[in-house]
């Protein structure tokens, strides 16, 4: 049972363009949110992160937005630039529940040069 | 090295066979998780350590698997008598108190 869902495997992008990346959840007592990026062979690194009280998080050219009531989250990398060129997870946790985070499947993202 | 860091990066095993596979965490951090992907998956939970707390196995998908961190450090991953669908990379994280986790490079895992 997939909690968090990544529904696009891939996307491309002209460079200097907005990329869009989505993520959908079932769980409602999912509380906080982060995005990771990953390159071939190497693990998932950190990007950005976002607690259910905000409704939006920016760092830089990320922003993560948050709709709970819809129970999507999107991250917005503008403008965006081949080194985004990764794989994009999504991830999910009831922090009252314990430590478990649920991943999402991924979306490829390719910025086109 | 600063990082988390896996080994071997590549393992290669028959059917039947046990497999050990290794973390170093980064110094200090209390948190370490383990996860593993599966082609074309997202990152499964396996199993969680926290301090001296007993982990959480809520994530192991049977008995062959189980996993070990001594003395709040290193972690090992054991999966007895492999089975084709155990093929995946697994990943390491570990993690201070607060949310940020710090992903090994991973080990690619088949099994013939």
């Known amino acids: 049972d997939q909690q968090v869902k990544q529904n696009s495997p891939s996307l491309s992008v002209q460079e200097g363009r907005i990329s869009i990346l989505n993520c959908d959840y079932t769980?409602?007592?999912?509380?906080?949110f982060l995005w990771y990026k990953k390159y071939p062979a190497e693990g998932p690194t950190f990007l950005i992160s976002?607690?259910?009280?905000?409704d939006k998080n920016e760092d830089g050219r990320f922003t993560v937005f948050l709709n709970k009531s819809a129970k999507h989250l999107s991250l917005h990398i503008v403008p965006s630039q081949p080194g985004d060129s990764a794989v994009y997870f999504c991830?999910?946790?009831?922090?009252?529940?314990?430590?478990?985070?649920?991943f999402g499947t991924g979306t490829s993202l390719t910025v086109i040069p | 090295g600063a990082g988390v860091s896996q080994s071997p990066s590549n393992k290669v095993t028959e059917k039947g066979k046990d497999v050990e596979l290794r973390c170093d965490p980064i110094?200090?951090?209390?948190?370490l998780y383990w996860y593993r992907q599966s082609l074309g998956q997202g990152l499964e939970f396996l199993i969680y350590?926290?301090?001296?707390?007993?982990?959480?196995k809520s994530g192991l998908p049977s008995d062959r698997f189980s996993a070990e961190r001594t003395g709040g450090s290193v972690s090992t991953l054991t999966i007895q008598r492999t089975q084709q669908e155990d093929s995946a990379v697994y990943l390491c994280?570990?993690?201070?108190?607060?949310?940020?986790?710090?992903f090994g490079p991973g080990t690619r895992l088949t099994v013939l």
């Open positions: 976002i607690s259910s009280i905000k």
């Open positions: 350590f926290q301090g001296n707390s007993a982990p959480d």
């Open positions: 991830a999910a946790s009831a922090t009252n529940t314990g430590n478990q985070f649920y």
């Open positions: 769980n409602s007592m999912f509380d906080y």
């Open positions: 994280a570990s993690s201070l108190a607060g949310w940020e986790q710090f």
């Open positions: 110094s200090g951090h209390t948190a």
